[in-house]
Nanobody, 129 residues
């Protein structure tokens, strides 16, 4: 399994960005996909996860995203997305996507930010003030 995140870049406060994660090496629809982020000098954080079919999505209970982030997937394109709106400098981080055949609770991912099996290299999102 390989994952490749892309779409990061520089955006102004209040702006929007969509990052993508392309999956390869196996059947995409067998895997749940999550997004995590790691800000400079900080621990990795769980952001969101979407189940294999795309019918269920879950968001971190620790991050104050207030509905600003939306996770989605397109199984026909082997791609998952994270739409980020109303960005603030606090959202500046490397964003990673991950995949796993198993799906656990939000509390699990909030307390185990490395708790998925397959990881891609991240994409840097920088929000300027």
């Amino acid at each position: 399994v390989q994952l490749q995140a892309s779409g990061g870049g520089l955006v102004q406060t209040g702006g929007s960005l969509r990052v993508s994660c392309v999956f390869s090496g196996h059947t995409f629809s067998l895997y749940h996909v999550g997004w995590f982020r790691q800000a400079p000098g900080k621990e990795r954080e769980f952001v969101a996860i979407i189940n294999w079919s795309g019918e269920k999505s879950y968001y971190s209970e620790l991050l104050d995203m207030r509905g600003r982030f939306t996770i989605s997937r397109d199984n026909a394109k082997n791609t998952a997305y994270l739409q980020m709106n109303s960005l603030t400098p606090e959202d500046t981080a490397v964003y990673f996507c991950a995949a796993d055949e198993s799906l656990f609770s939000v509390n699990y991912y909030d307390t185990h930010p490395y708790g998925m099996k397959y990881w891609g290299k991240g994409t840097l999102v920088t929000v300027s003030s």
